[in-house]
């Protein structure tokens, strides 16, 4: 029986799911920490989006030439080696997509809170989310895909329906509370080049985290030297329209007070801008758009596991899938690994802690780029980064500035990184030796 393959509307809806998720509902109430001004935001948000148009065209050239599944695991290989290779693919399937599942279901917890008036726990509300969204990826693709496809639009045209609804609002209400009398202009000359607008770049990169997100899936799409590519470019310049408008209709909707520090300011957003009723309706949509980007992670995620436990005998038990070809036991130890997180970490820790780890095997996977340029020069590449090498040194040099001041504001983030390479550095040799008892037993017994 052959393998079901998903097409173009699967690939991109995953790309768009996994883009807009927690990141834009949570993060500006950290960025408004450090920064006043709506046009240093607004440059934020833009910039951000700059940076992620630059790393899809890196990543649309790699997912073309090395059409497999498993995302920076197999680019890094290439152009660094087993050792770096499985650092990143360590990473992404521990913290590129467990931690970021515990995000959204926490985010989700508190929304639904706030929609519902009850008062409970949240984290007797993420984690049965959790199981449930499992329970159905690892039933079928098809009926998985399905479902992706359906909550990704939908999640597409309720936030365009949020953000024209949300323009009127503010430009034809008479509240005194809300207009363009809350966008603060302030010193934004000098926020831009200040210490905050580079970390508040860690909250944006984390909510346009996601545009690669087809690349992790390769093997299960159909034609993906040109849907994949495709995918990842519309799907990054669609988040950086809607991010962009989403961010203005916040910033004009409340004053700053009412959002700095907040996780779930989006309700008092919503309040002002519709009333209460209004913020019950929109914190039960953010609810359902978090819904589609928890079953995106949980769909790509997986493949990661899968895609190691494949060329590493160590982690055999994840290599099984079921009769329809879905590595059931990586989806079920992913989302395990994301409960733990869920019930161990604070929201901010796991967002800014996953931001830079996550940034650097994004920038070692832009100059892997350049790296494989060199080392594989007649490979055919269907899809070729345009102005190169521009799009990946501006990439990584850019990345590294922000990285430089995460690492300078927040040592104790850098810190808990570097541990929990060390933790993946150890895995990868116990991994590598059994692996090479192998190889040497398949030698002299075939």
Request: proline fraction near 4%.
């Amino acid at each position: 029986m052959d393998k079901v393959k998903v097409g173009f509307n699967t690939a991109y809806s995953v790309v768009v799911a996994n883009m807009i998720g927690v990141g834009v509902f949570t993060s500006l109430g950290f960025q408004l920490i450090g920064l006043q001004s709506y046009i240093s935001i607004t440059v934020l948000w833009l910039f951000g989006g700059f940076l992620a148009l630059n790393g899809s065209f890196c990543y649309a050239e790699l997912s073309a030439a090395y059409p497999k599944s498993g995302g920076e695991y197999n680019f890094l290989r290439e152009a660094f080696g087993d050792r770096v290779g499985f650092l990143s693919g360590w990473t992404s399937s521990i913290v590129g997509f467990a931690a970021p599942i515990a995000a959204a279901a926490h985010a989700f917890s508190k929304y639904f809170i706030d929609m519902s008036s009850f008062s409970i726990n949240p984290i007797y509300i993420s984690i049965p989310l959790i199981l449930i969204l499992t329970a159905v990826h690892c039933i079928s693709l098809s009926h998985s895909s399905i479902l992706q496809i359906f909550t990704s639009f939908s999640k597409i045209l309720l936030l365009v329906l949020f953000i024209v609804i949300g323009f009127i609002a503010v430009f034809y209400s008479k509240q005194n509370s809300i207009g363009t009398t809350n966008l603060v202009v302030g010193n934004y000359k000098q926020e831009m080049l200040s210490p905050a607008f580079w970390i508040g770049l860690i909250y944006v990169s984390y909510a346009y985290s996601g545009w690669n997100a087809s690349s992790y899936i390769i093997d299960d799409i159909k034609n993906p030297q040109k849907v994949v590519p495709r995918s990842i470019l519309l799907g990054v310049v669609s988040v950086i329209v809607i991010y962009t408008l989403l961010n203005l209709v916040f910033l004009l909707s409340s004053k700053q007070d009412q959002l700095v520090g907040k996780e779930d300011f989006v309700f008092d957003v919503a309040k002002n801008l519709f009333t209460k009723n209004g913020a019950i309706l929109i914190s039960s949509l953010i609810s359902f758009f978090l819904i589609s980007s928890i079953g995106a992670l949980i769909m790509v995620g997986p493949r990661v596991i899968h895609t190691i436990s494949q060329d590493y005998p160590f982690f055999s038990f994840f290599i099984k899938s079921n009769k329809n070809g879905i590595p059931y036991r990586s989806i079920i130890t992913q989302s395990f690994i994301a409960i733990v997180i869920l019930s161990t970490s604070s929201f901010d820790f796991i967002i800014s802690t996953m931001g830079l780890i996550l940034c650097l095997f994004t920038t070692l996977t832009s100059i892997a780029v350049i790296i494989l340029r060199y080392k594989s020069p007649q490979l055919h590449r269907p899809i070729k980064v345009p102005l190169y090498p521009l799009p990946p040194i501006l990439y990584a040099v850019f990345n590294i500035w922000i990285m430089y001041y995460v690492v300078t504001a927040k040592p104790e983030q850098a810190i808990y990184c570097l541990v929990f390479l060390l933790i993946g550095l150890i895995i990868y040799y116990l991994a590598s030796k059994k692996k090479t008892s192998s190889s040497t037993l398949a030698k002299y017994f075939p």
